[in-house]
């Protein structure tokens, strides 16, 4: 069972994956909504983007956990006050065999994906499971 438009050899590179993390945060986005938002989407973390959609950072469950927990007012505090900065992303043509490589070396949950220098995405550890089993979104129902 295959993936409409992919070829039959199956998936090769990052671009070729229909990403389930569409979520971007702005550089100057509160965190409390951060929060709402990593809650609502159901997703662990995301990237930080300027203006530009250029990556400037990237923000996690843990990120705002932490800010919580120490007692800072995530009303009060923007991404750019919590995310870490010089973030790991690829580019849409990395091969999915490198793509794995570095989230199982970086321990990432999340890895965001650039066209022409613009976050487009971010691949989850499940996209690229269901990816290297020639599923789509929405096919893990397979027996």
């Known amino acids: 069972m295959g993936i409409p438009g992919v070829p039959a050899e199956g998936l090769r590179t990052i671009g070729q994956i229909v990403p389930t993390n ?3 945060f702005r ?3 509160d965190a409390a909504s951060i929060a709402v938002d990593l809650v609502r989407d159901h997703i662990t973390g995301a990237p930080v983007v300027d203006s530009d959609g250029r990556i400037v950072g990237f923000i996690s469950e ?3 956990l932490g800010a919580s927990r120490e007692g800072h007012d995530l009303r009060r505090l923007r991404a750019t006050d919590i995310m870490t900065r010089c973030p790991i992303s ?3 043509s990395t091969s999915i065999a490198d793509a ?3 989230m199982g070396t970086c321990h990432l949950l999340n890895l965001p994906v650039q066209r022409d220098g613009e976050v487009i995405s971010s691949v989850t550890r499940h996209d690229l499971l ?3 089993m020639g599923l789509g979104p929405g096919m893990e129902n397979v027996e």
Do not use: L
Request: aromatic letters at 6%; hydrophobic letters at 40%; glycine letters at 0%.
């Open 22 to 24: 569409s979520t971007r």
């Open 27 to 29: 550089f100057d986005q």
């Open 62 to 64: 843990i990120d705002v």
């Open 90 to 92: 690829v580019h849409e």
């Open 100 to 102: 794995i490589d570095i």
């Open 130 to 132: 269901r990816a290297t």
